[in-house]
């Protein structure tokens, strides 16, 4: 299952229970050094369709084992992964560039729970049943899994975000073919390796590694891959939307962001600059939610700035093994230069770059000097209109920028096309419902930050994506709804 050639990880495609190597590979690089380190299988048509033959073929039976029977795997399959929590950490942040850290913490024990999660709420929903006394009629919902659906996730989050799609997807019934990101495969091809000894049946979950170009788009346009969930970026999304239109294929979408954090001049700056600053550098910058323009009331304005910026250059980044480390690598040499190039971009516009790029020096090991570090960078006096207000950058990048009034900020947060997650942060708890209906955002946190119920719709408006993802909207999403009318 798993060759070396020179010291290489080489991985495989699992198709219908069996690891099934692939005639060419692509290179996937360790971010914190700079090294090619593991082959990624660069599958295309012939791989996909094996692989949709094969969730085909599974489908009758899974699909009619009871929501007990799936969920006693699905339990199963998140105890073999939280034994080996500390195997998958170390490769999620070899493979991601994240810290050790913040793998150990939280990209892990989230998948493990996603598991856990959609084990417990398959057992939990029940559907509509209406009476018509007068025409003597009961009239009922059922719903049942839709077939073989295809699931595409991004490099941020590996595994967090497509188990996220997979325990959803099979507790309702059906069969899947996932293709992670090219550039962070390892950790689901490591889940392969536990399906078997969960009780998944052969069939049921297969993965497909390689480019978005070849083997994402053989997906979304296979015919007999009736729905698709994808998260990434807003850019893919469209095209996903062309391919897949002559198709008529069911799509959720979640997709990117360009966060607001809200700050009045009455909030609890003790609790709102350390969140703060998790909600901008959190994971190198690089989650859909992370918060990258600050808003802040003109009357705490300096204060703020101050003790942020001052907390910002506290962040240590460095070697992602190491656990001291906040800021590990991000995920590519393309990437480190697009979004520096977003702050050299500020700097020509004449915004202030208060810490980080450009102004304070990196500090790396040895091993690390190849790899693809950047400090957590403040730029203050940026205008709204300028690409770094506007533009998702997804790295460790925040805007910081001075409001008057509560009227004026919500226009001005609501003045990009994304539409996914805002902070507020106030001790008036009149303003903070009012401020969080105004917002365009699919979701609000108001005094905190990524504090999730996975029962509650999860997703993005405007162009941050389609649909919502959680208990009762995967469950919608992952099953088909029939209406049943019984005269008696
Ligand atoms: P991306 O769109 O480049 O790639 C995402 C996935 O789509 C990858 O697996 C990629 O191989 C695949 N892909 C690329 N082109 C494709 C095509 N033509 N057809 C089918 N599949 C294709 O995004 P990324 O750079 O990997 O991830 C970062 C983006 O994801 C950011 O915009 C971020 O905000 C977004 N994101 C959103 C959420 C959310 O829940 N809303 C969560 C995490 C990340």
């Known amino acids: 299952m798993m060759a070396q050639s020179k010291a290489l990880l080489v991985l495989e495609n699992f198709i219908g229970g069996k690891f099934i190597p692939c005639s060419s590979y692509i290179d996937s690089y360790n971010p914190s050094t700079g090294d090619v380190y593991c082959k990624v299988p660069d599958s295309g048509k012939e791989e996909v369709e094996a692989a949709v033959k094969a969730a085909k073929d599974a489908f009758p039976i899974w699909s009619s084992k009871s929501p007990w029977e799936r969920s006693q795997i699905l339990n199963k399959l998140a105890d073999l992964i939280e034994h080996d929590l500390e195997a998958f950490a170390q490769a999620e942040s070899k ?19 996603n598991f856990r999660f959609f084990a417990s709420s398959i057992l939990h929903h029940i559907t509509e049943c209406t009476e018509m006394a007068t025409m003597g009629c009961v009239h009922y919902t059922s719903r049942a899994p839709v077939g073989v659906a295809g699931l595409i996730s991004p490099w941020n989050l590996p595994l967090y975000l497509l188990t996220w799609k997979i325990a959803p997807a099979i507790a309702c019934g059906n069969t899947v073919v996932a293709k992670p990101s090219e550039m962070t495969s390892v950790t689901a091809w490591m889940m392969c390796k536990l399906l078997e000894k969960a009780g ?41 939307r062309e391919k897949s239109a002559p198709h008529c294929k069911r799509l959720s979408l979640e997709l990117g962001g360009k966060n607001p954090a809200i700050i009045f001049d009455d909030a609890d700056l003790s609790q709102c600059i350390p969140t703060t600053l998790r909600s ?5 910058g690089e989650i859909c939610l ?5 808003f802040v009331q003109r009357g705490i ?13 506290k962040w240590k980044t460095g070697n992602p093994s190491d656990p001291t480390v906040d800021v590990g690598a991000l995920i ?18 004449g915004a202030r770059v208060l810490c980080g790029e450009g102004v304070d020096a990196l500090d790396l090991p040895p091993g690390n000097q190849k790899g693809y570090f950047m400090l957590p960078t403040v730029i203050a006096e940026v205008k709204d209109e300028s690409c770094c207000m506007q533009e998702e950058i997804f790295g460790p990048v925040t805007c910081v920028v001075a409001f008057d009034t509560e009227e004026e900020v919500i226009k001005r947060a609501n ?55 959680g208990a009762k909207d995967s469950y919608e999403f992952f099953t088909e709804v029939k209406t049943i009318t019984i005269k008696h």
């Open 200 to 240: 998944v049946p052969h069939g049921v979950v297969n993965i497909v590694f390689g480019t978005g170009a070849k083997a994402g788009e053989a997906l979304v346009c296979h015919p007999d891959v009736p729905l698709v969930s994808f998260t990434g970026s807003t850019l893919t999304a469209q095209r996903i």
């Open 280 to 284: 901008s550098f959190s994971n190198q």
């Open 290 to 294: 992370c918060t990258s323009r600050i």
């Open 415 to 469: 003045g990009v096309k994304y539409g996914l997650a805002a902070t507020v942060w106030s001790n008036n708890v009149g303003r903070v419902h009012r401020v969080a209906h105004r917002l365009q955002s699919g979701l609000v946190w108001t005094n905190c930050w990524l504090v999730r119920d996975l029962n509650l719709p999860f997703g993005g408006m405007k162009a941050s994506g389609i649909g919502r993802e």
């Open 332 to 349: 590519s040499k393309e990437h480190l230069e697009k979004v520096r190039n977003y702050v050299k971009k500020a700097q020509a516009e």
């Open 301 to 313: 304005y300096s204060e703020f700035l101050k003790r942020f910026v001052a907390e910002a250059k």
């Open 95 to 113: 493979d991601q560039g994240k810290t050790i850290t913040f793998a150990r913490t939280v990209d892990i024990p989230r998948a493990v729970y």
